[in-house]
């Protein structure tokens, strides 16, 4: 996750946990009122998580071997959904935080199929100039062989240097009159 973006992402995170809890909420109140919910649901998280609470109190004090009184059944039921609101609320938050790791990853994932793409064609392209440079280099040395083989060229006498008489225009030094 990129270090710009975790402001934002904390922020989304919190904006649908403020959402959720209403959610939570209903969903709580409507376990409470329904006896099937109140009596399955609610009782059992509540009832386990006071007796591990209270059990983890009394090793931590040094009691052991206490035994441990269940809750009444209202206030049994009232922390069962309390668990079970809270439950709601992480697992919303957490699918948010799924959401956003999957997107993550598959815009890294693209990214880097779109580099790969890239430095493929980066590699092919290099194939392309070495295999041309190869080829320029057989022309080149082919060319260096048929110059060696030519005879070399037979010296010449050079030309004459220009004199004051023929840089004169021909029709100045014809003697006839006109």
């Not at 071997?65 to 079970?84: F, M, Q, R, V, Y």
Request: proline share 9%; with cysteine.
């Amino acid at each position: 996750m990129a270090v710009g973006a975790f402001p934002i992402a904390k922020l989304l995170y919190l904006g649908v946990r403020q959402l959720s809890k209403p959610v939570a909420n209903k969903i709580k109140a409507g376990a409470l009122r329904s006896e099937f919910f109140k009596t399955y649901v609610c009782l059992p998280p509540g009832q386990l998580y006071h007796w591990v609470e209270m059990k983890t109190k009394m090793r931590i004090m040094g009691f052991r071997g206490s035994t441990i009184k269940p809750l009444n059944e209202e206030a049994a039921a009232e922390l069962g959904a309390e668990l079970l609101g809270e439950a709601i609320i992480f697992i919303i938050g957490g699918g948010c935080m799924i959401l956003e790791y999957s997107r993550q990853a598959s815009n890294s994932k693209r990214k880097e199929e779109e580099l790969n793409h890239t430095l493929s064609s980066l590699q092919a392209q290099i194939g392309e100039m070495a295999l041309n440079t190869e080829t320029l280099d057989a022309r080149l040395r082919e060319v260096n062989r048929l110059l060696l083989s030519l005879p070399p060229p037979v010296p010449t006498a050079p030309p004459p240097a220009p004199t004051a008489a023929s840089t004169l225009a021909p029709s100045s030094l014809d003697p006839s009159p006109k």
